[in-house]
């Protein structure tokens, strides 16, 4: 016997269902896709998978078992008893679970399609969007809705305004460069916003009804109970209830932005947009805790006296500054000289020692490496001007001792030399180069 196709079946579903007439065990998405390849060359299995979903929908087939599920057709009588009244079902999909027998079979009687439910949260959109015709960006219904909807986000209003789009409540305007996307209300919103059936007239009771009557009030009475209402559009979701927000959820939300759109260690990276949206104690905690990290951050690390002369760096070349200042403190190591402070500043080092009976303030500067924003060569005159002006400032603080700029022996570092002798003159520095091999040779 063969089963009636639902109107809404057409094309792949008619021949899906003539298949699985004469295969009662059922098929799998692969086999429907294989067995009707040839008619629809386009059908893979996920193709047919879509379709036998929504043969399920309309109660035409059932799907079973667990890798590969398998598509069957329903049983004669289970077929009979969803195709004799769907409208038991459409109805607990549509209307409230709390709505008596009586209304629903008055519905039925009188032909009218109960309005969709709307969720808590859409009913305060709706609300929110009825005081301002011009419409609101999602972000202005987070904060029109702050206060009775704390833990919801903007993204989860967008999320609600398209609900509400399919729904034909609302409608959005078209995107653009320099205005925001807004929500407003249709025309016939207004006549179409109603949650509820108009409760049918109450019947006058009979003598043995009012006689209990006094019985029922001295119960007591019953307390009302929340009744989650069915989402708006579609099937009940399967994901999981939301679970309250934690102050630990709001720090890793931040730290993931930072990874994210920020540098991970900058102190002066402002506050989470979505702080203000976030209950007030977890945005004070949050807010404690990011002030202690910039807290951290900022505090300067004490001096130690503890003197670190620079070693070699064998994964870098030889010119870096790490390298040619680890030349220098060895060479003077060797000459006798004692090194009395070892400091690193910036693309620069500053080494302090005595050699023979005198101060010796030494400015070391290494070649920029390749992967830099500008070239090597235009990096190598900023440094070169920049040691030049430290050794005109150590001059100053310095008036007896020697003064000396350290570089790595290249063309580009020769000819800054030559160039600005003068300058170099008239602090009195000396410009010592120092080769591949280690060895320092002085101006």
Request: hydrophobic share 40%.
């Amino acid at each position: 016997m063969a089963l009636p196709v639902p109107e809404s079946a057409a094309g792949p579903r008619e021949d899906i269902i003539r298949l699985l007439a004469g295969t009662p065990e059922g098929l799998s998405d692969a086999e429907i896709a294989t067995a009707l390849g040839d008619r629809y060359p386009s059908l893979n299995a996920k193709a047919a998978n879509h379709q036998c979903r929504r043969l399920v929908a309309a109660g035409a087939v059932e799907r079973v078992g667990t890798r590969p599920v398998r598509t069957r057709l329903v049983p004669d009588g289970e077929a009979g008893t969803r195709d004799a009244d769907p409208a038991p079902a459409l109805v607990e999909q549509t209307t409230e679970p709390d709505q008596p027998p009586e209304m629903l079979e008055a519905l039925r009687d009188a032909g009218a399609t109960p309005a969709p439910a709307l969720t808590p949260i859409q009913q305060d959109v709706v609300a929110a969007l009825a005081e301002t015709p011009v419409g609101l960006t999602d972000n202005e219904l987070a904060a029109a809705l702050a206060s009775r909807h704390p833990e919801v986000d903007p993204k989860a209003f967008n999320y609600q305004c398209r609900k509400l789009v399919k729904a034909g409540l609302v409608e959005r305007s078209a995107r653009s460069r320099d205005t925001p996307i807004r929500t407003r209300l249709t025309a016939a919103a207004p006549e179409r916003h109603s949650t509820r059936p108009d409760p049918p007239a109450e019947e006058p009771l009979d003598e043995p009804a009012a006689a209990e009557q006094p019985a029922r009030q001295e119960a007591p009475e019953p307390v009302e109970q929340k009744v989650r209402e069915p989402a708006l559009v579609g099937a009940p979701s399967r994901r999981p209830g939301r679970r309250a927000k934690a102050p630990a959820d709001d720090v890793a939300r931040m730290r993931r932005s930072e990874r994210d759109d920020w540098a991970p260690d900058d102190p002066d990276v402002p506050l989470l947009r979505f702080l203000p949206f976030a209950p007030a104690a977890t945005a004070r905690t949050a807010l404690r805790e990011r002030m202690a990290e910039r807290a951290a951050l900022r505090r300067v690390p004490e001096q130690s006296d503890e003197i670190v002369v620079p070693t070699r760096d064998v994964l870098q070349g030889w010119s870096r500054t790490q390298n040619v200042a680890a030349a220098v403190a060895a060479w003077l190591t060797r000459r006798g000289s004692t090194i009395r402070a070892a400091r690193a500043s910036g693309p620069a080092h500053e080494l302090v020692a005595t050699l023979d009976g005198a101060d010796l303030h030494v400015e070391v500067t290494g070649w920029p490496p390749d992967g830099a924003r500008s070239h090597p060569t235009t990096l190598a005159g900023d440094w070169f001007r920049a040691a030049a002006r430290a050794a005109s400032q150590r001059r100053r603080a310095h008036p007896r001792g020697r003064v000396v700029i350290a570089l790595p022996d290249t063309r580009r570092y020769r000819a800054l030399a030559e160039d600005g002798a003068e300058v170099l003159a008239g602090a009195r520095a000396e410009v010592w180069f120092v080769d591949g091999a280690g060895e320092v040779q002085l101006s």
